[in-house]
Nanobody
C-alpha cells in the first residue's frame, strides 16, 4: 500500500517562510515526476511546481522566484519538498503533493495524492 504523508504547513506572517514535505512510502519500485498543487477556498486546485526524475523543475508564474521544489530519493527517502519564501496572503490554501510512481502492486506509473496540509498567511 502506497502512502503519501505531508507535513510542514501552518500559520505564517506575510513575508515569512515555510517548508513543506511529502514522503512516499510502501512497496515503491520507481518514482517519476513529483508535483505540488494548492487549492484555496472556493477555487479550483492549481498547479504550483514540478520536479522530474532528472531534477528538471518548472513553476507556476504566481510562485516563480519565491518557491523552490526539490526531492530526495536517496536511501529510500522518496520525499519531495517545497520551500516557500516571501509568502503572501494569496498563498493561503491547502497544499497537496502528487507523485507518479510504480509500486510492486501496479503495472506502470500511477498518480498518488497526499492528504493535504493547510498553509495560512496572515498577520
Amino acid at each position: 500500500q502506497v502512502q503519501l504523508v505531508e507535513s510542514g504547513g501552518g500559520l505564517v506572517q506575510p513575508g515569512g517562510s515555510l517548508r513543506l514535505s511529502c514522503a512516499a512510502s510502501g512497496s515503491i519500485v520507481s518514482i517519476g515526476a513529483m508535483r505540488w498543487y494548492r487549492q484555496a477556498p472556493g477555487k479550483q486546485r492549481e498547479f504550483i511546481a514540478v520536479i522530474t526524475s532528472g531534477r528538471n523543475t518548472n513553476y507556476a508564474d504566481s510562485v516563480k522566484g519565491r518557491f523552490t521544489i526539490s526531492r530526495d530519493n536517496d536511501k529510500n527517502k522518496n520525499t519531495v519538498y517545497l520551500q516557500m519564501n516571501s509568502l503572501k496572503p494569496e498563498d493561503t490554501a491547502v497544499y497537496y503533493c502528487n507523485v507518479e510512481l510504480q509500486s510492486l502492486a501496479t503495472l506502470g506509473m500511477r498518480n498518488y495524492w497526499g492528504q493535504g496540509t493547510q498553509v495560512t498567511v496572515s498577520s
